[in-house]
């Protein structure tokens, strides 16, 4: 039999034991809660388009154009003084014309209709007027030209070497010839109005292609 000693040493080492359990499960730190899964954050920037560059360059504001005016020679209308003779478009005064005639057809005078291509203005002064002129078979002579020969006027040709020019109405003279062929050109340019040549003129004057008409 067990005694009462030993019986009571037993029931006091049972309740130390337990209140040490107890002591040790109070000064454990509460579990912590099950991980919870995140989803991960993503921070969106604006989005940036990336174009080819034809379609930049159609979207940019286009410079601003940049007009130049080029000084082109335009062809000019032949200029005859009584219907007889070639003259310059400066060739005579504006307050010296009673009459002006426009001619853009085969309407013009026979002998001038080879040369219509730009068009013929035909002068009439009010008065005779002289002015010192050629016959173009005279210049080809003066030149000293032999051989068949052919005339142009403004690269106009001319089949009638009679037909006259004045001699202040001479820009430049050209001979050319061909190896193929032997026949000479005398090619004859009309000189252009001089610059302010024309400015002289009373109010209410009207011009006509470097010319004036009251």
Not at 8 to 22: D, E, I, P, W
Not at 56 to 79: D, I, S, Y
Request: glycine share 4%; charged share 20%; proline share 11%.
């Amino acid at each position: 039999m067990i005694s009462k000693r030993l019986l009571r040493k037993m029931l006091l080492a049972l309740v130390l034991y337990c209140g040490t359990s107890q002591l040790s499960i109070a000064q454990r730190t509460a579990p912590e809660p099950p991980l919870t899964p995140r989803m991960p954050q993503v921070q969106l920037r604006t989005p940036v388009i990336i174009q080819p560059p034809a379609a930049r360059a159609a979207k940019l504001p286009a410079p601003p154009a940049t007009v130049m005016q080029v000084a082109v020679p335009r062809p000019q209308p032949l200029f005859l003084l009584n219907s007889e003779v070639v003259i310059a478009p400066d060739g005579i005064q504006p307050a010296e014309i009673k009459k002006v005639m426009v001619y853009k057809s085969h309407n013009a005078p026979a002998q001038w209709r080879e040369l219509v291509t730009y068009g013929i203005i035909d002068i009439t002064p009010k008065q005779k007027i002289k002015v010192k002129s050629r016959t173009l078979a005279a210049i080809g002579k003066d030149l000293g030209v032999s051989g068949p020969v052919r005339y142009t006027i403004n690269a106009m040709p001319v089949a009638d070497a009679n037909l006259r020019i004045a001699l202040d109405a001479i820009g430049e003279i050209n001979l050319m010839r061909t190896t193929e062929s032997a026949v000479t050109t005398v090619a004859i340019n009309v000189r252009p109005a001089k610059p302010g040549a024309l400015r002289q003129d009373p109010p209410g004057t009207i011009y006509i292609r470097g010319l004036a008409a009251h």
